[in-house]
């Protein structure tokens, strides 16, 4: 019975010498196949059977066990050598077992006796050697998609960005990638047969976490390695474990580098968040002091009325002296607080640090006493800085007495100075730092140290770390500010029973120092002259005027701006002085100046400010402007009107 025809025939090779034996099987296929369905080769000898075979590509091959000077089972050998998987069928006259297992160990794919040879005998080899190609296609396909998977496998295991690591039962790597072996600082064959373990820190429980891995079957956390060369790397570990039976997965991620920036990043938000702290303290601080200002003034020149009102030769009663000795202390308070918010007068000059350290050595020494070992480290070129020289050497006081009391057993204190360029870098790392050159003054103790709790608040105002009685908490409060003030940056480096380092980063100048010129004394008498006040706070300009009074001047009062310039427009008399508050509701003092050098340029003019150089600076005063800072004494005030009216009387 013939088959249904074939898209494409099948290819059959047969290799038999016997002419008798390929005629009979010839007659079989033409009868159980048509010539669509089926193409038979002939091949009596091994030679031909193998130019067939490299010709052509067979579905099929008979072979015959005997091929005279070769055996079927040689040429089967040859062929597969060759490359050739076709099924082949062996053909035999013996059909025997030996002959039988002697093929199939070689490999055949069937035999086939030629005494059993018939159509139906035929085809059941035909169908089963063509299914067994079919089972051995199938197989190689699927070993060939196995080795892709297995190559695509190890092509992204050894090129992985990530560490790749495989470990036994036992925590022992047994497979590493590339990544890891440059991520351990060390090569493969170093890291096969050893432990997670041996690049751990020793605080790092191992042994525990390994149980805790294996138990839960998964693990994510991070991990401290420790390199054969010292240095720590922050990993990000994910495991799981028994992905394959014995074996385990990690995959490890260096994020070093990304820790430090996000340290970095709230190092330097904690920066800004104590610039901003401090700004609003400042601001509160200001605020205060100005108000507080005020009131001082009022109780000082009240209590400089009640002295002189006393009989010549009578003394002041201690009480007297003890209110001007409060104001006194309670004026050096507000100035403090002024030097912390920024809002204090400086007369900047150009100057020579170096200069200014070694006058000081003397004020210090008996400062700081005869256990405190002073040393000074001057850098032989430094730059000139601008700045009120005054008030750096309040900062050098103050951060040597903070030293000193940092030492109560004694100890060695150094003053430093340096040249340094701020790059961007470095100013990046410094939030309220500008970039350029600065002059360095550094003050040093091997003393007690500070917490970093006590470093983040170190110049808040009132802060203090001393016992209730023996400080203000005002010192690193005024140094903060005054160096602030003056365009520069403050720095603080500690650590607790090592010492504390301040580091003051002044704008270095390519400016001159301006030569020295004598103050000429001036001598003027009390003479009726007439003076305008205008002060908003009513206590003091009660108070003021009194003062003014007492002292010999006609005084015309004002509580403000537009009743100031109604006494100018409408007084008879000249007035000689306008003394004014800056910063008064409704209408300034700047305004109320703008009217009167209009209407009496030949009026002098002085400024009272409670402080608050923020606003001062606001209203833009002229350049040259006499300005008096509250709260000052009744003498400060007699002094200032006598100098400016004499000036006037000079020109």
Not at 334 to 363: G, H, W, Y
Not at 428 to 453: E, F, P
Request: with cysteine; proline share 3%; aromatic share 6%.
């Amino acid at each position: 019975m013939k088959s249904a025809s074939a898209v494409e025939p099948l290819r059959v090779l047969v290799v038999d010498d016997d002419e008798d034996d390929w005629l009979l099987l010839n007659s079989y296929f033409d009868e159980m196949f048509s010539s669509t369905e089926l193409s038979v080769d002939h091949a009596t000898t091994a030679t031909e059977a193998m130019d067939l075979i490299r010709e052509h590509p067979y579905d099929l091959s008979f072979f015959d066990y005997q091929l005279g000077a070769t055996t079927g089972l040689q040429l089967f050998r040859n062929v597969r050598a060759s490359g050739v998987r076709t099924p082949i069928v062996f053909l035999t006259g013996q059909g025997n077992e030996e002959v039988a297992a002697e093929v199939f160990k070689a490999g055949a794919t069937d035999y086939l006796a030629k005494s059993k040879l018939n159509t139906t005998t035929l085809l059941q080899k035909i169908t089963q050697a063509l299914e067994f190609r079919r089972a051995e296609d199938r197989r190689l396909q699927a070993e060939e998609l196995l080795h892709n998977s297995e190559r695509q496998f190890r092509a992204l295991f050894d090129n992985s960005l990530d560490a790749i690591l495989i470990v036994d039962d036992q925590a022992r790597f047994i497979d590493v990638n590339t990544t890891a072996c440059e991520l351990f600082g060390t090569i493969k064959k170093e890291l096969l047969g050893k432990c997670p373990a041996d690049f751990s820190l020793p605080s790092y429980d191992f042994s525990h976490r390994w149980q805790l891995f294996l138990q839960n079957g998964w693990a994510k956390g991070a991990f401290s390695l420790l390199r054969r060369d010292g240095l720590v790397r922050e990993l990000e570990i994910s495991a799981r474990a028994n992905f394959l039976p014995g074996k385990h997965l990690a995959i490890a991620r260096d994020v070093t580098e990304e820790k430090r920036a996000e340290q970095e990043h709230q190092k330097l938000e904690h920066q800004l968040r104590q610039a901003q702290k401090m700004e609003a303290i400042g601001h509160l601080a200001g605020g205060i002091a100005h108000d507080f200002n005020n009131l001082l003034m009022v109780i000082t020149s009240h209590a400089e009325l009640i002295a002189r009102k006393l009989p010549d030769g009578k003394n002041i009663p201690a009480t007297l002296e003890t209110i001007v000795a409060a104001c006194e202390k309670a004026r050096s308070l507000t100035e403090q607080l002024l030097a912390f918010s920024r809002q204090q007068v400086l007369m900047p000059k150009v100057f020579d640090l170096n200069a200014e350290i070694t006058k000081m050595k003397t004020l210090l020494k008996p400062v700081l006493g005869e256990d405190l070992e002073l040393q000074t480290q001057l850098a032989a070129d430094l730059g000139r800085v601008k700045a009120d020289p005054g008030q750096i050497g309040q900062v050098i006081l103050n951060l040597a007495v903070n030293a000193r009391d940092a030492m109560p057993r004694g100890g060695r204190l150094t003053i430093g100075t340096a040249n340094i360029n701020v790059d961007a870098e470095y100013a990046r790392q410094h939030i309220g730092m500008k970039l350029g050159d600065y002059v360095t003054l550094s003050v040093s103790d091997n003393g007690a140290g500070m917490s970093a709790t006590t470093q983040a608040r170190i110049f808040e105002p009132f802060f203090t770390t001393k016992e209730v009685g023996e400080g203000t908490g005002l010192g690193l409060a005024t140094v903060y500010g005054i160096v602030q003030q003056s365009g520069g940056y403050i720095a603080v480096a500690s650590r607790l029973h090592q010492g504390t380092t301040f580091t003051v980063y002044l704008p270095r100048t390519e400016e001159q120092p301006e030569e020295e010129r004598p103050t000429p004394e001036i001598s003027v008498g009390v003479g009726s002259f007439t003076v305008l006040l205008v002060e908003d706070e009513k206590d003091l300009l009660h108070s003021l005027s009194d003062l003014l009074e007492a002292h010999g001047y006609r005084v015309l009062s004002a509580g403000n701006g537009s009743e100031a310039m109604h006494i100018v427009r409408e007084n008879k008399h000249k007035i000689d002085l306008l003394i004014t508050d800056v910063v008064m509701p409704m209408m300034g003092g700047d305004e109320l100046a703008a009217f009167v050098r209009e209407t009496q340029p030949e009026m002098r003019i002085l400024f009272m400010s409670g402080g608050t150089l923020r606003l001062v600076s606001e209203v833009k005063l002229p350049a040259g402007t006499k300005l008096l800072y509250k709260p000052f004494t009744g003498k400060a005030l007699i002094e200032k009107v006598q100098q400016l009216i004499s000036e006037h009387a000079v020109a």
